[in-house]
């Protein structure tokens, strides 16, 4: 059933199958509904991290919007960067286990990607922002401890800051603190009051 709505107000889609992208959105407290994008996430010969995170938000959101013309949708896509080169989800134990071995004590960026379209009106836009994070010296031990415990296997870069993985890292820099979770939500809202939706009410 669709979610309840403001008079005046656009229907909001969030089109993302993530957990952490929907108990970040939910924190604005706006009525959504989620759609789960089918979209092929494979990088293209030579295309940057960031502009990988770009493209992939842009193509989810304009994917779920063909179903939803009538809506706001959100898309979004996270893709972490190591010596210019892009690490997305490990899936596996082994593989998370490689992803935080080349990382540890490195610094490594999280480029997080937010498009917004409003089929309706012709509005459309995409924002990427970067977060820096350093990893301190990890010991095997540590990383396979953290990995059994955690099981971070659908996060790019192996690692929730949200949670334990908090434990793992030096520093964070970023000037959107939930970017690094997975939605940027200063960036979000931005985008949602442009297209229409106010998050503190005003339509």
């Not at 917004?116 to 990383?143: H, K, N, S, W, Y």
Request: hydrophobic content about 45%.
């Amino acid at each position: 059933m669709p979610s309840p709505l403001m008079p005046g107000r656009p229907r909001l889609v969030l089109g993302s199958t993530s957990p952490y992208r929907r108990e970040l959105l939910q924190r604005l407290r706006l009525p959504f509904d989620v759609d789960s994008p089918r979209v092929d996430e494979s990088p293209r010969a030579g295309e940057a991290p960031a502009d990988l995170a770009r493209r992939l938000a842009l193509e989810k959101a304009q994917e779920v919007a063909s179903r939803h013309p009538d809506a706001v949708v959100i898309g979004a896509d996270q893709v972490a960067e190591l010596d210019g080169q892009a690490i997305g989800k490990p899936g596996t134990f082994d593989r998370a286990v490689a992803q935080l071995q080349a990382m540890q004590g490195r610094r490594v960026v999280f480029h997080t990607a937010v498009a917004v379209l409003r089929p309706a009106t012709g509005f459309e836009q995409v924002v990427v922002a970067p977060v820096q994070v350093q990893f301190r010296p990890l010991r095997d031990a540590e990383i396979e401890r953290y990995l059994q415990l955690e099981q971070p296997y659908d996060c790019a870069g192996s690692a929730k800051c949200e949670a334990l993985g908090i434990s793992l890292l030096e520093a964070i820099e970023s000037d959107d603190p939930t970017a690094l979770i997975g939605l940027p939500l200063m960036r979000t809202c931005a985008l949602l009051r442009l297209a229409g939706i106010d998050p503190l009410g005003a339509v």
